[in-house]
């Protein structure tokens, strides 16, 4: 009977919680912001994205302009008229990249645009994404003019993130190994950064945390970054692209609150 309450008062308490969320929540529509790092890359925050359709944390999707003329798309926003205008400015699309088990969730519409793209993951996704047809695993190993451009680092986690850095241009990319909020104007997601205490330091999220069950393995593949020409870093979520001191302060991020 004592186990039945509880049960009844956490589904009461959910659902609440779930109500007051959905009356939170700001539910303007915000435009993609473009920025060009160089000629050869750009990169789109898609600001209204809304982690678990509820904390709105936006995210990023990068495209790079390859040495052969076509591009690659790293972590895939949704499909707009105006990201292709620019996307396709760079080039066409020859490879998309999914960088974890958590940023797979616009990828249909871009492998439906350019079919002939090669999609590239990590193994463990296409278990969860059956209806997606993968060319590549970070874990088998990928094609040569990849390596030639880029280094890739899988970081051990449950969400299997792989870190890319484009050699060329010092840049290196990333998911949700960091985040980096400066604050929100949404109630809800305020109140989720005060709680957490992630606002305004680069942080590994410490809700994250769990999902790193071998940490040491996960600080080992962090020190392989160590002779890499980092300059900049672009994160899926945060405010701003890091370029001051920014591999210190990725590194930083990750390692003094991964322990
Ligand atoms: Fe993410």
Redesign the pocket.
């Known amino acids: 009977m004592q186990r039945r309450r509880i049960y009844y008062f956490i589904c009461l308490s959910t659902l609440i919680a779930s109500i007051i969320a959905i009356l939170l929540k700001s539910e303007e529509k915000m435009e993609v912001v473009y920025s060009k790092l160089s000629d050869k890359v750009f990169v789109f925050h898609y600001p209204s994205f809304r ?1 678990l359709d509820l904390l709105r ?1 936006g ?1 990023r999707m990068s495209v790079i302009a390859l040495k052969d003329g076509g591009t690659l798309i790293y972590s895939p926003i949704p499909i707009s008229e105006s990201v292709l205008t620019q996307v396709e400015h760079l080039g066409p699309p020859r490879y998309i990249v999914c960088p ?1 088990q ?2 797979h969730l616009f990828v249909e519409e871009w492998v439906a645009r350019y079919p002939q793209a090669k999609l590239i993951g990590p193994k463990e996704l296409s278990k969860k994404r059956k209806d997606l047809n993968f060319n590549y695993f970070f874990e088998e190993g990928l094609p040569a003019d990849l390596i030639d451009e880029f280094r890739f680092q899988t970081i051990k986690s449950s969400f299997h993130e792989t870190l890319m850095l484009y050699k060329e241009g010092k840049i290196l990319f990333s ?2 190994v960091v985040e980096f909020f400066k604050g929100s104007d949404d109630i809800l997601t305020k109140v989720y950064f005060k709680a957490t205490g992630i606002e305004n330091r680069a942080i590994c999220n410490p809700l994250f945390k769990f999902m790193y069950p071998d940490i040491e393995s996960a600080r080992l593949q962090l020190t392989n970054l160590d002779g890499w020409e980092i300059e900049t870093v672009v994160i ?2 945060g405010d701003e692209i890091l370029v001051m001191e920014a591999k210190k302060t990725f590194l930083d991020g990750i390692l003094n609150n991964l322990k």
Do not use: P
């Open positions: 982690f944390i995210t974890n958590f940023h998911s949700d899926a979520h």
